[in-house]
């Protein structure tokens, strides 16, 4: 059973940059024809998809928020990363690390999500 973690702060400061890591269990982050992804969720809206990272390493961003976000791996961790810079009150979220296999509809596994609230 493949199981995600988020860590990170739950409290970021307006401008600065948002750090989230992904720990993955039950998978290699590089067994093949895995995607591992990251989304949120705004309070009061739906769920927004940031980016994707394959089991090979390549790299799909959201384009409205390309020019912001930034998404890593360390295998040797089996873990992923999420930096989204000059982050604004509008980017609190529920922030979610999710996986699926490739031919999925739907995302197979989901960490259990980490709230982010940006200050002034």
């Known amino acids: 059973q493949v199981q995600l973690q988020e860590s990170g702060p739950g409290l970021v400061k307006t401008s600065q940059t948002l750090s989230l890591t992904c720990n993955v269990s039950?998978?290699?982050?590089?067994?093949?024809?895995?995607?591992w992804s990251w989304v949120r969720q705004p309070p009061g809206k739906g769920l927004e998809w940031l980016g994707t990272?394959?089991?090979?390493?390549?790299?799909y961003y959201s384009p409205s928020l390309k020019s912001r976000t930034s998404i890593s791996r360390d295998p040797a961790k089996n873990q992923f990363t999420l930096q989204l810079s000059s982050v604004t009150p509008e980017d609190r979220a529920v922030y979610y690390c999710?996986?699926?296999?490739?031919?999925?509809?739907?995302?197979?596994?989901w960490g259990q999500g980490t709230q982010v609230t940006v200050s002034p």
């Open positions: 990272i394959s089991s090979g390493g390549a790299i």
């Open positions: 999710a996986a699926r296999r490739r031919g999925s509809l739907q995302y197979d596994y």
């Open positions: 039950g998978a290699s982050i590089t067994t093949p024809y895995y995607y």
